[in-house]
């Protein structure tokens, strides 16, 4: 009897295999999921980009959730979740950004042309300070609580797929 | 016009696919030979076509007829024809007609020239390669048509720059011959399960094909190594990837199967194993060929990613695999049980090498496989590279390497392994000897680099003492030795040569990985790097305009002792059409050694950043490779697989019985 | 998903750009064994925005960036296993090229030396039952066979 048992081994490997394959279908294996989810903004001060509007530091981000966007002029996507974040901004959402490894004026161009969702905007021309956020791309989102936790991160540009599942209800459960 | 008629040979083929996948089963089932004789033709007729597609697809790219979609995503009018033609194969849908072309091909073949086998064994191995095909063809039809037409656009995309090379431009078709052509040992395994009988006569048959297939895919991933490292700029020449395990997986599993295919052939034992080693080995092509095509892991080499392509696939895998290892655990209890030996025995070297080979494929799989599952599973991801498998490939391959030499001396049934190895005293001298070159040349490194030095030596010379044995060489006067010679069967030399090969291409990746010289500098026009003994002068660099480019170039020239070596001149390319750079490196290679340059980037103050290497044994990479090709090669041209002319052969056959000869 | 497909052509254009360079002079550190070790380290890190290549490998901006970073720490006086740390508590465990051994991925590790060693204990079994099978007496129906064979 487990003679013949043995003969079902491969098949029930490559059933296992199968199973796999098919989960691993519209996954994307190159995204790299946070290692900063749960934990606490890291310590950092970055100065502003416009004369008008203040740069971003780690005190900051301690009052209320916010949504902290890492952006470039010269980032295609970057464009496409542009009009998503005016609208959020239109909302309500309080939107900081991070303009990574940019040419100011670039930036201010490409904001003019865009229109400016953020509330705190500041420039990280090394991007020393993207790393320690675990940024490896651009564009990419955190949603950070009142507490200064990291909660979420979206890693590519903002969708209203993503926005209305995954960030207005964490928003909504936040601001109880 | 002619594009219509291409599409058309491929719904044709389809159709004779159909035909060809279930009539001559049925007529093999019942005994009915007009129906079983329907295989030969409809095979032949299938590659026809298929080839009439294929030919098709070249004449759209060769005329760069845009009007047909991959034309234009693939081709430029101003690229040179060769690479006009790589452009079929290169991007995904004309791929994949090669790959049904190389499929029909082996079809074809064992048509025209299987006539030694059984009919009813020959047309139910057609019938399956049928079945593969025609599932192939319909996923073409449906998910990939490679004939979808656009409006032309005034000129096309362009080939991916690094794929703009003569040894790229022809990998593909040669990998493609190996692991697709291993589903022909997979066709006659299912065959052989249908008609629920395993024999000698069986993996005799099979052997041709498998090897074929085999020599294919060993040149194939040798020439893919030989690419990356003139083209990649560092000097690296397997990096784990993906796609590259993919074609390494039916690698591993093809070389046990040549093995363990001896057994069955000369003690009609491991029956079972070999069955499931053969549906394995395509199996892994199959899952390879997925890998690759369906983004579900990140490669340097991975065709655009489309979901929807990755769930067809899928389902014809799950077909193919599923259904296969299902009739395997139907049927293969069934098979006859197999001749005994003793666990020191020829048999049984052949079954630690199977094990051995089996556990190096496993690693490679879990690897390769590893971050899949448990992405799947849960929310970390993590990744395995490189370190992964270099430590924990190498140590299954050593007990295997230190075998190799052992196996051949061994006898059938049982043996004596304290005789075998004693007789081995050449290789084991050799190998000590090398370990002490290796110590003396170069006093740095870890220990177990010399020892692998040992290791290859001990290969190389295990080889040719094996071949001396059976040639009586210094036992017997030369002339026996010499009349041994001419009548000792091919396979003997070819076994010494792919054994040896073997170590030669160990030493090549051991010396290359460990003892290699870098100099990475920036450097001026005048400039002089000392280079493992050699003097480099940097002479500049000037702009080198091309038919689709533009070129800096730099001159280097290298002497030794004041005495000139060779001028090197690698280049940096820029692509203006797809907006891409690449890297032509310059290598010099002495035969022993390669001096290797690279071109990097200038700086503002008007240096240049220029990467050198000192390769030592680098050439033993590729060297092996071909050795090992070279074997599989004077195996398949034995006389006792000799597959033309099979009325002749029965014929004397009948008349004079085929004396046993020693050491068989 | 089409973001997603925006963000991979993006990582992917990065990743293109040329295969020639990887460490540059510039980054380089002076002290040759703080270097050999940046060099260690480097291999053991992936390059997140190329496909499959390690930091030391790629041209990536980020990998420059990250090359840059782990020198930095070297000359701050992190032992390797803190850089590697360092860098793995920003990006997680998938920037390691050689996977942790922990029960996540015994199954990994072990995975293969767990089955040689079930194929050679399987091999050992088979070999010893058919021997047993040839070894064991004849029952009586053969005992008889045999008898009237040898007589006739």
Known sequence: MARKLIYLLPIAVFAVLAAAFYAGLGRDPAIVPSALIGKPVPQFALPPLLADKPGLATADLKSKPVLVNVFASWCIPCREEHPLLMHLARDGVAIYGIDYKDQPADAKAWLGELGDPYRRLATDMEGRVAINWGVYGVPETFLVDGTGTIRFKQVGPLTIDVIDRKILPLLKSLAR | MIDEIGHFALVLALLVALVQ??????????????????????????????????????????????????????????????????????????????????????????????????????????????????????????????????????????????????????????????????????????????????????????????????????????????????????????????????????????????????????????????????????????????????????????????????????????????????????????????????????????????????????????????????????????????????????????????????????????????????????????????????????????????????????????????????????????????????????????????????????????????????????????????????????????????????????????????????????????????????????????GFADLYAALGDPDPRGGWVVRLYYSPLAPFIWFGGAMMFAGGLVSLTDRRFRIGAPARQRARAAVEPRPATAGD | MRGALAMAILLLGAALATPAAAVLPSEMLANPVLEARARTISKELRCLVCQNESIDDSNADLAHDLRVLVRQRLVAGDTNAQVIQYIVARYGQFVLLKPPVEPETYALWFGPGAMLLLGAIGVVVYMRRRQAALDAPLSAAEEDRLKRLLDE
Not at chain 2, 451 to 477: T, Y
Not at chain 2, 529 to 537: E, F
Not at chain 2, 557 to 578: N, S
């Open chain 2, 21 to 590: 996948a279930s009539v001559p089963l049925y007529g093999a089932a019942r005994d009915n030979a007009p129906l079983t004789a329907v295989a030969r033709p409809a095979a032949i007729a299938q590659f026809a076509l298929v080839a009439l597609a294929f030919l098709s697809l070249v004449h759209a790219f060769v005329v760069s007829d845009f009007s047909v979609s991959i034309v234009a995503e693939n081709s430029h009018s101003d690229m040179p024809l060769l690479y006009k033609i790589a452009g079929v194969w290169g991007n995904h849908e004309g791929s994949m007609v090669l790959w049904v072309l190389i499929l029909t091909f082996f079809g074809a073949g064992v048509a025209l020239f299987g006539g030694n086998l059984p009919p009813t064994l020959q047309a139910r191995v057609l019938a399956v390669q049928a079945m593969i095909g025609a599932g192939f063809l319909a996923y073409i039809l449906y998910a990939s048509d490679p004939f979808i037409r656009i409006v032309a656009p005034p000129d096309g995309n362009g080939l991916n720059p690094l794929l703009q090379d003569p040894g790229l431009a022809s990998h593909p078709p040669c990998l493609y011959l190996g692991y697709v052509g291993f589903s022909m040992a997979f066709s006659f395994a299912i065959a052989a399960l249908i008609e629920g009988k395993v024999d000698a006569a069986w993996a005799r048959w099979v052997r041709p094909w498998t090897l074929l297939a085999w020599c294919a895919l060993t040149i194939g991933i040798t020439m893919g190594s030989w690419w990356a490292y003139y083209t990649l700029g560092w000097g690296g020449f397997w990096f784990w990837d993906p796609v590259e395990n993919a074609s390494f997986m039916p690698w591993l599993a093809g070389t046990a199967l040549l093995h363990s295919a001896l057994v069955v052939e000369k003690r009609d034992a491991l029956k079972s194993w070999t069955i499931l080693l053969a549906i394995v080995t395509f199996s892994l092509s199959l899952i390879g060929t997925f890998l690759v095509r369906s983004g579900v892991l990140t490669s340097v080499h991975a065709f655009a990613v489309d979901p929807r392509r990755g769930v067809f696939i899928l389902g014809l895998l799950t077909i193919a695999i599923g259904g296969s290892l299902a009739l395997y655990a139907a049927r293969a209890p069934r098979l006859a049980p197999s001749g005994l030996f003793a666990p020191v025995s020829r048999e049984g070297a052949l079954v630690f090498n199977n094990l051995l080979l089996a556990a190096c494929a496993a690693t490679v799989i879990t690897g390769t496989l590893y971050p899949l599952f448990v992405d799947a599973l849960g929310e970390t991801k993590i990744s395995v590279g490189p370190p992964f498998f270099n430590l924990t490939f190498t140590p299954l391959m050593v007990p295997l390497l230190i075998a190799v030499p052992i196996g051949p001396m061994l006898t059938w049934k049982r043996a004596d392994l304290l005789g075998a190895v004693q007789r081995l005293w050449a290789a084991g001298v050799a190998a000590l000897l090398a370990v002490l070159a290796g110590w003396y040349i170069h006093s740095r490194g870890p220990v177990f680099a010399v020892l692998a030095l040992g290791l290859a030596a001990w290969l190389v010379v295990g080889a040719a003492v094996e071949l001396a044995e059976r040639l009586k060489l210094f036992r017997a006067p030369l002339s026996e030795s010499w009349h041994r010679a001419l009548h000792l069967p091919r396979s003997n030399f070819a076994t010494a040569l792919a054994h040896a090969g073997l170590g030669i291409t160990l030493a090549g990746v051991v010396s290359t990985a460990i003892w290699r010289v870098e100099r990475i500098q920036t450097l001026h026009p005048g400039d002089v790097v000392d280079l493992a003994g050699y003097a480099v002068r940097f002479e500049g660099v000037v702009p080198h305009p091309g038919p689709n480019f533009e070129g800096q170039r730099a001159t280097l020239v290298v002497t030794r002792d004041g005495l000139p070596v060779a001028v090197m001149q690698p280049e940096k390319k820029h692509f203006p059409v797809a907006n891409q750079d690449t890297a032509e490196t310059s290598i010099h290679t002495t």
